[in-house]
């Protein structure tokens, strides 16, 4: 355990990275004039010594730096269940603790709730730059935030996310990747059960999947949209495989679905993966202990979170940055999908 | 969807709920004055006409009462893995969000980083309480934070939290139980995989553990100290079962570990729960999907989560309030525990 902070001093710091007190502080402030590599120095050596800007170093009057704004328009429930924005969360805490930074995190109820929220945040000058996440097509926190001049990270496609700097993951190319699989696997009904018909990235999930389909000369298949839960997921699975033309293949939009998925097959009476193929989507853990365990289209979360923050960084500091694309999820095939009922493997 | 919350004004939503203005300032400001009926009356009518305070409502100059400050000494990668701390904060948001508050959330390094933290939030007028949790033995933040006069919402045993009001759930009976079972079932060799030595929850456990042992006569067994993660609960479960006396059953102190621990028995050819019981601990959905299904203490965090932030609002809106014990973790019989081997149920 390194000592009392109290006792270290910026000049400490200042003289262990071998730089001035100014490049510390513009360091801790985000603000331009220190290299990346500088910065990273700085970062590490006060960690090593266990020194944070205190509050007397910071003018109580001026706007917090030290903070960033996050809010969800997600029920308060899905967030302890669904691995994927605790996971995001903990990526983005990851840099935003190196940095010696909080966040500010807030659910809201909808849009409007979550832009007046953001409006509050900046005017009475609690945040140094706002996350965005969730974009909707034509989403109204475009034309709203961007005149207030805050520093903005949209985590969304650029097609959606308007002249705000954008991270996102290739959902369209993932998607694809997945149908293309199954449909390797002798698979001719392909189902998918996604998440909200109206965030964005499921529009272009459904499109991409929708136009593989009939690329590839698959049965058109039904696309359920859902809230993301288990209920919903296990629902959705119920109703399709009711159908009459039940399908030999699901993908779903995350992994509590999938398995939830999995729970409704088994309850049918059907087997996992002899008669029913699974894709889930975002890889937590819980693919890997599932029995058998779900094939997913695999990406790291906490690292997509942990770039978003860097990013919004660069942001707040004035650092031109255009948008930046994380790796896209790939597929992991695991014990979750095999040959289609009476197909050979292609 | 509501309309625009700036059409709403805080007139529309005293009418409606049929008190002055000043009542529904009081309740969004968390200051004594109206009945908990009124002030959830308040909150109700709030949300359905979607009214939120708004910043030309609250003097900047003052403190924040619509933010709460949550510092975590936990490594970020363990946030996205463990179900607990997910659904714990999933527990408290939903509470806030119902009071249109704000959860401020920082990783820490050490207690001193969060002392000097705290220190920095409440004087610079950042937040209108705390929530501390993992508390230690001679927790060094009650002399330091007791003086300041923060609101503050112990999450921990009374003997641990010093003066602050204290939210726990009892340890030590849910551990009893544990072993009772297990003793119940014909095991004479049970071990534990446990968390950090230095919280003190952890030393409660490992006392009610021991004396449970030595009371029901078993023989004595290992208890191992861990990080909470699943590398470490796999290394623990492995230095157990190679040892010369190999437990027969093993209680965690969480869910992940308890997961890894099942991956570490079926990799050196030992079949649960035929050759060893294992309990696990907080019961996420994790227990409910492996293979065999795991046998837990379960407890409903979220609600742990949600009670912990009501009490802080008492205590910020001047309520008196005592210690606030919430319901034992109790135990969840499923597939991974068994009578032991060569013992008949008893």
């Not at 500088?38 to 030290?66: K, M, Q, Y």
């Not at 039904?222 to 009459?244: H, W």
Request: hydrophobic share 45%; proline share 6%; net charge negative.
């Amino acid at each position: 355990m390194s000592g009392s902070p109290e006792r270290v001093t910026i000049k400490d710091v200042a003289a262990r990275a071998g730089v001035s007190k100014g490049a510390v502080s513009l360091a801790f402030n985000h603000k331009p004039g220190v290299s990346e590599a500088t910065r990273e120095r700085i970062f590490a050596v006060a960690r090593e010594l266990g020194w944070t800007p205190s509050a007397t170093a910071r003018s109580l009057s001026s706007r917090r730096v030290d903070i960033i704004g996050l809010a969800l328009c997600r029920p308060a429930r899905l967030l302890g269940l669904e691995p994927f924005y605790m996971d995001f969360i903990s990526g983005i805490e990851s840099v935003l603790a190196e940095r010696s930074c909080s966040l500010l995190l807030r659910l809201v109820r909808d849009l409007d709730e979550e832009i007046a929220l953001y409006k509050e945040w900046w005017r009475g000058r609690m945040i140094a730059g706002a996350i965005l996440v969730d974009f909707r097509e034509d989403d109204p926190r475009v034309p709203s935030l961007q005149g207030l001049g805050m520093p903005v990270v949209a985590v969304g496609h650029p097609s959606l996310t308007g002249p705000f700097p954008a991270v996102w993951t290739d959902d369209a190319s993932a998607v694809t990747e997945a149908v293309r699989y199954l449909a390797a696997l002798g698979h001719r009904r392909i189902a998918r059960v996604g998440g909200p018909a109206d965030l964005g990235h499921s529009v272009i999930r459904a499109r991409a999947f929708a136009d593989t389909v009939r690329d590839l000369g698959l049965e058109e298949a039904p696309q359920v949209g859902t809230g993301f839960d288990e209920k919903e997921g296990a629902r959705a699975t119920r109703t399709l495989l009711l159908g009459a033309d039940r399908p030999t293949a699901i993908v779903y939009d995350n992994d509590i679905m999938a398995v939830a998925g999995a729970g409704v097959a088994a309850e049918m009476g059907l087997t996992v993966p002899d008669d029913l193929s699974l894709v889930a989507w975002d890889d937590s853990q819980l693919c890997r202990i599932t029995h058998p365990t779900l094939s997913a289209m695999s990406h790291d979360v906490h690292h997509f979170g942990a770039e978003v923050a860097r990013v919004l960084f660069d942001v707040v500091a004035g650092m031109h940055t255009g948008g930046h694309q994380v790796p896209t999820p790939s597929l992991i095939p695991r014990g979750s999908t095999a040959p289609a009922p009476g197909a050979g493997p292609s």
